[in-house]
């Protein structure tokens, strides 16, 4: 692959499929980099909340193909190697990927973020296998059984609930005093009967054999340690920005984010970032659509003009 455009998104999670069919439909040639499937993080969530039009919530799986095909619709090229690195190549950039480069005049960093990893015995050996990350997609295989979610903050009582629907119980494992996120779903998780919540708890170790049989828990007051029983493990204790490959390029703060201004302009010209990847994301849905509908607008600005104002 290799081409030449005058707008290259990389990422087609929600902010890359915003940004892009904006670009396109201000008439710019415009490439999505998506790097596998499009869709992003949200492509394998049961139920979306707070998206506007969507009163009841909307499944990833509905929502994320609905935005490609505006993509497709507005002339977007789908390119679907991942970026390996960026620099500049005269006054445009050159994006590197496993199979060609492809050249932009303004480049949409969009890579979003990934889960953090527990980092204990067992996640690696048993991930696939009982360690997961998408209770839509392992939910429906779990029924009758316990599922442990590790996490308390919004994505691991998302998860948490969707599981619920299927599984006999949930065991919530949270290292803080208390649930941390939205009150909505606190409210939700108080109230469903199958989800039990353990606080000052961690977990140590995942056990198994062929698949996950247990975790090792941790009470983090007392020291003491017990096991649960449990075919599956959820691990949502944080995300950590997709920003290695371009931290030659763009300025990125002390977590890896990249740092843009309200156009979600980057430290370099002609390189704008949106959605979760970049600092100060409201890490909502609807904002990583608002990220790149402004990013694009900013790029067909400055492909326009040549304006390029500086950072404060
Ligand atoms: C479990 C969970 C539930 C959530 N539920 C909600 C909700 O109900 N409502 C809500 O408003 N928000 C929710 N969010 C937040 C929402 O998912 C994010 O704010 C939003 O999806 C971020 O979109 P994004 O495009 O910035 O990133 P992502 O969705 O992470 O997409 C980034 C894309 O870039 C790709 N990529 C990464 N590196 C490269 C590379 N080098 N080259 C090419 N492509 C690359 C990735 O594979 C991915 O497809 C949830 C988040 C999680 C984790």
Redesign the pocket.
Known sequence: MSGEFEVAV???????LTAAMTSARLGRSTAV??????????VS?E?????PGFPE?VPGYDLCPMAQEQCDAAGVSFLQD???GLEPESDKWRIETASGAVIAGAVII????S?VKLGVPGEKEFQGRGVSDCASCDGPLLRGKTAVVVGGG??AM??ALALALHVDKVIMIENGDTLAGQVGYKNDVEANGKIEVQTQKTVTEILGQDGVDAVRVKDVATGEEIQIQTAAVFI?VG?EP?SG?VSNAVSLNESGHVTTDASMRSSAKGVFA????RAA????????MG?GATAATAAHHYLATGLWPAQD
């Open positions: 990389i990422g087609g999670g929600l902010a890359g980099l998506t790097g596998g499937l499009a869709g992003g993080q949200l969530i139920h979306i909340d707070g998206v919530g991942a970026c390996e969009a890579t979003g973020s889960f919004d994505s998302q998860e949502f995300l997709n490959f949106a959605g979760t990847v994301s409201a890490c909502r849905a609807a904002g990583a990220d």
